[in-house]
Structures are given as C-alpha cells and as structure tokens.
C-alpha cells in the first residue's frame, strides 16, 4: 500500500472541525492535526442547538479551521490525496455546509472525496491512537451513545453494520440533556449531569427515604433502549421534592438526583451491551459517542466486561476524541480509502457531486 493523507471536515451539529491524517506504508494511520471550533457557548442561551445558527457559524468557522487544520500538519493542499465529509445523520442546515464546503474543496483542488457516515466516524475514534488499529478483532460488538443515538452495533469486519439494539425514543445524551434543563445545572447537559454525580453525598437522603430511579428495559428481552420514562420519573421526582422541601434542602439533593439518574442510565447501558455480548462472542467491545466521555460508564462497563468476558479487548475513545470532530472521520475514511480499488477511488474522484447530506442517513 503506498502512503496517502486525507484531509476531513464536520459540520453534523455545532462543532466546526477539520482533521488530517496520514497512512504509511504499513497501513498504519496517524493523526497529523485536529481543530475543533466549538460553538457550546453560542446555543448555551437557547438550551439547545438551533440548526440555524449553527449553519451560519459553520459557514464562519470552517475557511479557518480548514486552514489551520493544514497548518498544524504542515501540509499544503497539493500534498492532500482525498477529502471526506461527514454526509449524515444530523443538522440538514448543518451538514450542507460542511458538504458543500467540501464539494467546493474536491472541485478546486481536484481531489476524489468520500461522504462519511457521523456514527460510523464515532466507531472508528477508537482506533486514533498509537498502536489502536491493530487491536479492533472481529466480530466486534459497539455500544453507540450520544445526542442522537444510543445502539448496540455488531460488526463482523470493518464497514460491516448490523444495529442489533437501539433507543425506542430518547437518546442516552438526549436524556442527560433534559434532564440538565429539568434540574437547570447547565449546558451541554452530559458533562453538568456528571460533575454533579460526582459531588453526591450518600448521606443526603429525600424525606421518603433514598431517591430510587427505574431501570427502563432491564428485565425485557432483546436489546433495545428507552430513556423517556426514566426522565419523566426525573421530573416528577423533581416535582414532588420542590413541593416537599425549602429551596436550600432541595438544591442539597440535586447531586444525588444526577447520580441516581446516571446510574440508572448506565445499569441499562452495561447490563444490555453484557448480556448481547454473551449471545454474540465479540473479540472486542467498544464504546463510541459523546457519552462515551462518561467517566462511570467507561469505568463500570469496563468492569463488567472483566467479570463476564475477561478474554474480550475493551475500547474506548480517547477522552479528547469522544465529542464531534473531524479527526475521527478522517481515520474512517483512510482505513476505508486503504481498502478501495483504484477504480472505486477514480469513482470517487469523478463523483465529488454525488455526496450529498442526509438527516437520517442509516448505518449500514
Ligand atoms: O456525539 P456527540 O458529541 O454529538 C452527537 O453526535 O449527538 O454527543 C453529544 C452528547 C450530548 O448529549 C452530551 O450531553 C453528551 O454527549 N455528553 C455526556 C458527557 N459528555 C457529553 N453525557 C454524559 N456524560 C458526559 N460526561
Ligand atoms: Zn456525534
């Protein structure tokens, strides 16, 4: 195989990214610069992201992030052998920025360009790192959780998807988001959720006795997800300890609310992904998505993994690499650029036009 760099954009949501990376000879990929440009404080006043404003500020940041991107990798456009993008699931006003920005880029600079799916970049986080890609062994199961997702995906070889669990409404990141805005600790609501579990007293007890929170989809077959119900009991808990108690005693047990509700989310999490596991023997079990940043759920599905299959590899992403970048969609579509025909890459050259955005592109 010889040498190649690719050159990467995201827009799926609110960060703009760009990320190089390179492959030797040996097949072996590193990453070379990764720019985030974070637009968190922007939404933070509206609670959420506004799609919107998020492509406005897309359209900003990423001439620079792109340029800065290629600095910090002391490379020039000409030393850059294919682009790639993130072509979806996500933000349509989002996304076409990114697209078309990188269409403008394949065009400009005559470079073949590769769409790439946001969730499978988030998979393939997993293997940035020294050492990482030759330790992903097939079948591999991947415990998908972010803003918008939360699934079990098997995959018999790279590039080879089959979801065989997922969310029947909310999203793992979804549910501590609201929650968040429930308990009006802040945005993005994952990171404020966390730090609060971390200050939790086990002393601090509600007048009914200990806060005890429901394990949605525990004890039914199969592996699918549901984390509605668990924030709605979140916020009739909430509810009746604002009745209950003077503001000062309620502010007291937020803590121990956010930890109850994370280890609820996170007995579900790892009792699913364990018990898939022992129907599907994977070699490696990864963790992928915002999530994933989660310090408990790294930790304690870790944990589990020793106890039930001490023999299967445990992955996870680097912590400066679980939010959205573009450095993991660049990995994804080098290691899928190194397994291309030269006449697949040709297609990919001629038909820069053909990547176009999806909201709701499938893994597959
Ligand atoms: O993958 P991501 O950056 O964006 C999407 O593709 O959706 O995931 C963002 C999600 C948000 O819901 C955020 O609250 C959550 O990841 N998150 C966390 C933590 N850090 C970020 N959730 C729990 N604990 C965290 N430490
Ligand atoms: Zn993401």
Redesign the pocket.
Known sequence: MSSFKMLAVET??D?SAAAVVGADASGRIRLLSNIVSSQVELHARWGGVVPNLAAREHLKNLPLVIEQALQESALRPKDIDALAVTQGP?LIPALLVGTEFAKTLAYCWHKPLLGIH??EG?IYANLIGSQKSSKIKFPALCLV?????TQLVLMRDHFRYEIIGQTLDD????A??KV?RILDIGY????A??AKAETANCKSEAPGGKITLPRPMLNKKGYDFSFSGLKTAVLYETKKLKEQLSAADYEKLIPEICREF?QAAIDVLVAKTIQAAEKHDPKTIMLA???S???E?RRQLGEAISVSMPDTCYLVPDTTL???NAAMIATAAALRWSKMTAHEKQIALDGWQNVRPDANLKLK
């Open positions: 799926s949501c960060e996500g946001h969730i988030h959780v972010s803003g918008g997702h999203a793992a990141g979804e501590f988001d968040a993005p609501g994952g990171p959720v966390s994370q998505g915002g999530v940043a989660n310090k759920l679980t939010g959205d």
